[in-house]
């Protein structure tokens, strides 16, 4: 596993900017960017463009611990499901299974919105390059992983920009390589090293999508 270490944004596209100076060597390759929606697709809008690579995006929702809604015991991808051992031991199993539940309906309506119009990109033997904007718990990159896996890429590369070592560790059994530019050890500080932060909405997530789509398009005609 390679790992890089360095730097502070002012906002995701700062951040972008800077994670795409260590991902040159994938500028035109076979790989793809995977976003994790919303803060991510701004980086992986951003990376897709200078790379010169298509985007999409993986749909992931956190479950949240039913005595306290900032914290996570897991989290649900359109294919896979993650509970954290440590977490959910004492967590009924009926409010487990009714979360997962409800999350799959959200995730496969999103994806049903995202994909309109377009193809899915197709990750068989290709270099998948998945992106976040944090990496807190390693929860949400955790179950795309596992999501991803089930597509047989050949090698995934996980980018971010802040990292804890609590994820990082969490996610290592998942991935070929982890390129981030900042570690945080205190999971409650890691988006304060952004500046500027602001909520991603659906319409943003669809319109960067739909860019990048007429843009491989284009490019795939000229």
Known sequence: MVIHNEAIFQNRKHAAFLLGERL???E?????VIAVPGG???IGAYLSTLLKLPLDVIPCKKIKHPADS???IGAVSIESVVIREEEGHNIPQDYIYHQIQLLKHVIQAQQKTYTAGRLQACLKNKIVILVDDMLKTGDTMLASLKSIRRHHPKKIVVAVPNVT???TKAIAAEIDEIIYLTI???VHAVDLIY???PT???EEVIDLLCKAYRAGAANDHS
């Open 40 to 42: 991510g697709i701004h």
């Open 165 to 167: 070592p609590e994820a």
């Open 184 to 186: 945080e050890p205190n």
């Open 28 to 32: 035109n390759t076979d790989a793809v």
């Open 70 to 72: 900032n914290r996570t």
């Open 195 to 197: 500046t500027d932060l």
């Open 24 to 26: 040159m060597e994938y």
């Open 200 to 202: 991603v909405k659906e």
